[in-house]
């Protein structure tokens, strides 16, 4: 319970409303009671244990301001407490443990580290339908938390270690070590190229009756029919595309190196930012989409993509309210500055290094999770 009040309470006083009893206060009461937990030894139930971490986790996204390995240190926790107790998952279990593991992944993206937990089989992940999605709804055959991008999720897995094994290599360069060299250099051009080709393959996982059409639901067989539940489910698929594009991007921009102004990184960037606004405008979940949101937006150079990533972060930030949402526009806005001010040529200098929002981040010393 402390740690559903310690939310609460922080989410109060991001909208300015002040409590007898601080955010603080419940945060260290839940972390003392976890910790006594644990250490009692006894048999506890491990959903709520995980319910706990989960969050502390979603509380610490909401008020970091500071770089700090505390989202590390939880994550490291109940990736333990998973692997500690084999119980047969009840869906709240499988549902908690995905939702770590979409929280570990958007942690590597995010700081550049390696993912902790082990990448999950190609098509090893059936969807967790909402509980209450009724038995003849389309919903059961949609995943709770990941939506239409079950079967992306392989894929994310493997891009978000990819920064690390570049920085890696890019290590074993700078000191010569010629063996490490060329088993890194391998094994990151083949791992580069096998996501490429998935990314470039990959379609989202729909329900059934239905099919996509220029990236709009239609259910077969009857043109035209809408159900109570379309305006969610097409809500759900631009999240899914915007996670295809925005992968994309950081592929060419992060991984490859392309400059900020090459073709392709436009072309994903704006499409990643349509569907971004299209997920919102739907008024489906939101609560996955400032990872995708925030890498098309970095790249963002024309005025209408500028808007489409306003509106898309406004968007958000009123439904959700997060310190995380509200410092990634921050950090949007200084990257623009910084990009209108390079000619061609430093913009394709810059393509070879350091992403700038990470430059930007240092700059103002914060680190954000964008999940």
Request: charged share 20%; hydrophobic share 45%; with cysteine.
């Amino acid at each position: 319970m402390n740690a559903i009040y310690a939310l609460a309470s922080a989410h109060l006083e991001y909208r300015g409303v002040q409590n007898q009893e601080k955010s603080l206060y419940f945060h260290n009461e839940a972390i003392q009671g976890l910790a006594r937990v644990i250490q009692s030894q006894e048999k506890v139930n491990k959903n709520e244990l995980l319910a706990a971490v989960m969050l502390l986790v979603y509380y610490e996204v909401l008020v970091q301001r500071r770089p700090t390995n505390i989202i590390y240190g939880h994550l490291k926790g109940a990736f333990a407490i998973m692997c500690s107790n084999q119980d047969v998952l009840t869906p709240v279990g499988l549902f908690l443990e995905r939702a770590f593991g979409f929280y570990d992944v958007i942690t590597a993206l995010s700081l550049g580290t390696p993912p902790l937990s082990t990448a999950p089989s190609a098509g090893g992940m059936l969807p967790v339908p909402p509980l209450d999605a009724l038995p003849a709804s389309p919903l059961t055959n949609v995943d709770t938390l990941l939506g239409m991008a079950t079967t992306l999720w392989p894929i994310m897995h493997r891009l978000s270690n990819l920064l690390f094994t570049k920085k890696e290599l890019e290590d074993a360069q700078r000191t010569s070590q010629v063996s490490k060299v060329a088993v890194l250099r391998t094994e990151f051009e083949a791992t580069s190229q096998a996501i490429e080709v998935a990314l470039t393959q990959w379609k989202p996982c729909v329900p059934p009756n239905f099919s996509i059409r220029d990236d709009v639901l239609v259910l077969k067989g009857v043109e035209g029919k809408e159900i109570p539940e379309m305006a969610r489910l097409q809500s759900i698929l631009h999240n899914a595309l915007a996670y295809r594009h925005s992968a994309f991007v950081y592929l060419l921009r992060t991984i490859y190196g392309y400059s900020p102004k090459h073709k392709l990184v436009q072309q994903h960037a704006h499409t990643a930012l349509h569907h971004c606004v299209e997920t919102t405008a739907a008024r489906g979940p939101m609560s996955a989409l400032l990872w995708p949101l925030f890498a098309a937006a970095c790249e963002a150079i024309s005025a209408e993509d500028r808007e489409l990533a306003k509106k898309a972060f406004s968007e958000i930030e009123q439904r959700q309210g997060m310190t995380n949402i509200q410092e990634a526009w921050g950090i949007i806005q200084e990257v623009w500055k910084r990009l209108d001010s390079l000619d061609d040529d430093d913009a394709a200098a810059m393509g070879t290094n350091i992403d700038l929002w990470r430059n930007v981040c240092a700059d103002m010393g914060v680190t954000i999770v964008f999940g």
